[in-house]
């Protein structure tokens, strides 16, 4: 027989935010922001769900909790009308889009029943009534008294840090023109974003909703549910022989089970003294029947425990029903789905029960507002300690609203989320630097997360300054057409730190960085110089400088400069009576005469291309070929100090990176190294951040500079797979500084990647206050120019030369060939 919904809705209509039912029910509702997945430590976990115990205490008897968990079935759609996006952050929007996920959604709702309404039963159940007719009307100090207590469960929960809740509106619970409100959601079993059309509800075989079939399975009976409960299980997927990695107890109900479905958790706080009363009546009954049936005996005992915990551990006894609802577009995908909801129940340890005879009052009563009139046949006693266990505890992760940051992918899905390492910790106050330490064994995808990073950063404006050995950048620095520094034969390495770009100015730290360079090239590292010294060198770079203004034509370099000394900076020492034991000029001239033309190294400092280092933004100095050169090296070393110093303090107000790769080779100079002490001490004061890359662990330990120095002043601390050093790990956990939980996080990277996809994963650490596991996923033009393979890079220059050196356009072109042979 059909009805109208209008005529057997349960919702009178919503007043002051609150949903009212006909039979006199008050229902305030909360959206709710749950702990990202793969994020609580093990006593995070159990002090989550001692501050639920907490919260539900403070509410009155009569009241119903009512959880509702929305997970669907999505797919991600970036933006592609964005006109200024790069060419490979296109490439990433096409790689993602349609990238299935489970949007999460979660609401509490908080139901408050008359004091003398009718107990809810299947055969009372609203849905099947002719008519409906309220026991008493609202008063509004008993909705104020409710609302009070609605405001302490709250405040309860947000204390805690772990959760965000925010009191939904009449506009949330009603549709509107351009919106689906919450009840017409969950009669169409919708999501919030579709448009707005009318189904048709049905019950005679099975729940369906339009051209939608569901399915309920329930957890409502005692003897089907686990032996043991509690606020976490092990996730056997990411755990170690050493350690254990947690997840909620519920997690397989909720983002571990990959299907369209409402995971629905009751809990009924009824008069707790009359609930212990018809218990002992029922101890009594069974006592007396127990002489009969070996069965009574036993449930005389369960009861009588129960009564004894609940009086000597002040336990609140709470009525408590859970339920999942399925639904799909097609009959054929039911029984798959009922085998998904049976292995994460069996997870669980507990035994399924699919809902067929009393389904329809089950998920009528799930109707926001509705949880009252729910049939309470279906549930069981317990305490509110045990009735926590199955809360849902967790979500999805999250992109950050920050304007900055990377993206990286979901740990489950690969669904992409825009991830801030910089500003937003700062923000917060995790993290007082911006500072990062990168760990990476060989072939874990170091260098694809650090290409990645580093061209995030560029492309939102930073200035970035790399120090690299294996040419691990090259591919990025052609595509953003940056400056590239490396010593060969046929093209050696070439500088000019004489010439004075746009934007730069001859300043005090210009001549030092000057002076020091020389001084560097003229004498040795255990050779004092005099203060006469210094200031006849003061002298002759001020006087060169004061030479360069009058005479235009001349070209700043080294040559010119060693020019001048000779010609006519000679002549100012000898009227000015300098004595050759305060500065001795012939000597200086003679031991720099290899960097004037002719000379061995006269390339070094005279170059003529790539000269304003101050304002271009992408620079990279690749030491592999001189790092164990004598004269190249130091020169090389004190080029790179002087010009990320001079970013560092004259480009104010735009953000700094400096990045040495495999840098304890460079830090074996002491010099470099005090430089590095020195960066990663001040260097936040300019809007900067200094990150270092190792590969070994032995690194970290040999080096005094990276045991100490880098590692204390880097709150973001990123490492990928360790599994190679797990069972020496308590060594890395000390000298980082990483927790039990980071721990487990860390051994857990790459445990059960997706083999369907190509990807490594990343920990990143945050002040040791939050920390999470990322994939590393990106699309094929990405990886064409992040790959470090020879031949792949030797294929894709081959490609370009095609286009006459176009990269873009061999990147595409390789790509297509790439895709079209799979």
């Known amino acids: 027989m059909e009805k109208w919904i209008d005529d057997i809705m349960p919702i009178m209509g919503i007043e002051h935010d609150c949903i009212l039912s006909k039979q006199g029910d008050m229902t305030i509702g909360f959206r709710v922001e749950l702990p990202e997945i793969f994020t609580l430590s093990n006593n995070e976990y159990e002090a989550f769900h001692q501050i639920w115990i907490k919260a539900i205490k403070v509410l009155p008897k009569f009241t119903v909790l009512y959880k509702q968990d929305w997970f669907l079935d999505t797919k991600y759609k970036p933006d592609f009308t964005a006109d200024d996006i790069s060419f490979l952050s296109r490439s990433s929007d096409r790689f993602f889009n349609e990238r299935p996920f489970l949007d999460h959604s979660c609401y509490i709702f908080l139901t408050k029943k008359p004091k003398d309404r009718k107990v809810g039963n299947s055969m009372f159940s609203n849905l099947i ?65 579709e448009s707005i059309f009318i189904k048709d509800i049905g019950f005679s075989d099975g729940i369906r909703v339009g051209g939608q079939t569901a399915q309920l399975f329930t957890l409502a009976d005692a003897a089907d549910l686990p032996s043991l409960c509690g606020s976490r299980i092990n996730y056997d997927k ?35 003294a009359k609930t212990l009363q018809k218990l002992e009546s029922k101890r009594l009954r069974l006592q007396s029947l127990s002489a009969y049936s070996r069965e009574n005996s036993i449930a005389r005992d369960a009861t009588n425990d129960f009564l004894n915990e609940a009086i000597s551990q002040q336990r609140l006894p709470v009525k408590a029903h859970f339920n999942v609802l399925v639904w799909s577009d097609e009959k054929e995908e039911l029984k798959e789905l009922k085998n998904k909801v049976s292995s994460a129940l069996a997870q669980m340890d507990a035994v399924v029960k699919q809902e067929t005879v009393g389904a329809p009052q089950i998920y009528w009563a799930g109707i926001p507002g509705n949880a009252a009139d729910f049939p309470m046949n279906d549930t069981f006693d317990t305490f509110a300690e045990q009735a926590t266990c199955f809360l849902n505890l967790e ?101 000019n730190p004489f010439y004075i770009g746009e934007g730069d100015s001859l300043d005090t730290e210009k001549k030092e960085s000057i002076k020091t360079l020389l001084l560097a090239l003229w004498k040795k590292d255990d050779e004092e110089f005099k203060r006469s010294e210094y200031v006849a060198m003061s002298n002759a770079i001020g006087g060169y400088y004061a030479y360069l203004e009058s005479n235009t034509d001349v070209f700043p370099c080294f040559n010119t400069f060693y020019d001048f000394l000779r010609e006519h900076y000679v002549g100012v020492l000898t009227d000015d009576k300098v004595k050759e034991k305060d500065f001795d000029v012939n000597n200086f001239l003679y031991v720099l005469r290899p960097y004037y033309k002719g000379g061995e190294f006269d390339y ?34 004190i080029i790179i100090m002087e010009v990320f110093i001079n970013k560092m303090r004259k480009m104010k107000g735009i953000r700094k990176m400096i990045l040495i790769e495999e ?29 270092v890359v190792t590969q070994e662990v032995e690194d970290i330990i040999s080096s005094p500079v990276v045991k100490q120095a880098i590692i204390n002043n880097s709150d973001c601390k990123i490492l990928l797979d360790q599994s190679k050093y797990q069972n020496k790990f308590d060594q890395i956990q000390e000298l980082l500084g990483l927790t039990e939980k980071e721990k487990a996080q860390v051994l857990s990277v790459n445990k059960a990647n997706d083999p369907l ?66």
């Open 604 to 637: 070094l400092l005279n170059a003529t291309e790539n000269l304003n280092l101050l304002q271009e933004r992408f620079i990279v100095f690749e030491l592999d070929n001189i790092k164990d050169h004598p004269i190249l090296f130091p020169t090389v070393t």
């Open 129 to 193: 009534r002719k008519t409906i007719v309220p026991d008493e009307n609202l008063n509004i100090n008993h909705l104020q008294d409710f609302v009070d207590s609605c405001g302490q469960f709250k405040h309860i929960l947000e204390e805690s840090g772990f959760v965000k809740l925010r009191r939904l509106t009449e506009s949330d619970f009603r549709s509107g023109k351009r919106n689906v409100g919450l009840i017409e959601r969950y009669c169409n079993l919708t999501s919030d974003r």
């Open 663 to 691: 840098a304890w080779k460079a830090l074996m100079k002491e010099g470099f190294a005090e430089y590095i002490k020195y960066l990663f001490k001040t260097v936040r004061k300019f809007f900067g951040e200094a990150i």
């Open 238 to 272: 990411y755990s170690t022989d050493r350690t254990k990695f947690s997840i909620g107890f519920a997690s397989t109900l909720g983002q571990l089970l990959p299907c369209n479905h409402v995971y629905s958790q009751y809990i009924f706080i009824e008069d707790s």
């Open 757 to 822: 996809k190509k990807y490594k994963e990343v920990f990143i650490s945050l002040g040791g206050v939050l920390s999470k596991v990322y994939r590393t996923e990106v699309s094929l033009e990405e990886y064409l120019v992040y790959t470090t393979e020879q031949t792949e890079k030797v294929k894709l220059m081959q490609y370009a030369d095609k286009f006459g050196g176009d990269l873009v356009k061999g990147i595409k072109a390789m790509a297509d060939d790439l895709r079209s042979e799979i």
């Open 395 to 495: 979500t999805g992760y999250r992109s950050s609203i920050s304007p900055m940051g990377i993206r990286l992918g979901d740990r489950l899905t690969g669904k992409p989320v825009h991830v801030d390492i910089s500003d937003e910790p700062m923000k917060m106050g995790i993290c007082t630097n911006r500072n990062k330490f990168i760990l990476g064994p060989s072939g874990s995808g170091k260098s694809f997360f650090t290409n990645h990073m580093v061209r995030s950063y560029y492309e939102q404006g930073t200035h970035i300054v790399l120090v690299d050995v294996g040419h691990s950048y090259k591919g990025l620095c052609d595509m953003v057409k940056g400056y590239y520094f490396t010593y060969s034969e046929e093209n050696p390495i070439r500088f």
